[in-house]
Structures are given as C-alpha cells and as structure tokens.
C-alpha cells in the first residue's frame, strides 16, 4: 500500500490531467467552431 500522502497526491495528478483534458477539448471546439 502506498503512504496517505502519496495515495492523495496521485489522485490530485489524475483529476488535475482531467481538467486540462476538458480545457483543451473545450479549447479546440471553440477554434474549430471559430
């Protein structure tokens, strides 16, 4: 089992790298939109 800490910090990296994913989703439809 991994440290608290880490088992957090891993979980923050994912829904971080989910939120730039949507970001840029939302950034390419716009300027293909555009």
Excluded: C, F
Aim: glycine share 2%.
């Amino acid at each position: 089992m991994l440290p608290r800490s880490d088992l957090q910090a891993i979980i923050e990296y994912k829904h971080q790298m989910k939120v730039i994913q949507l970001n840029l989703q939302r950034w390419t439809r716009y300027y293909e939109v555009g």
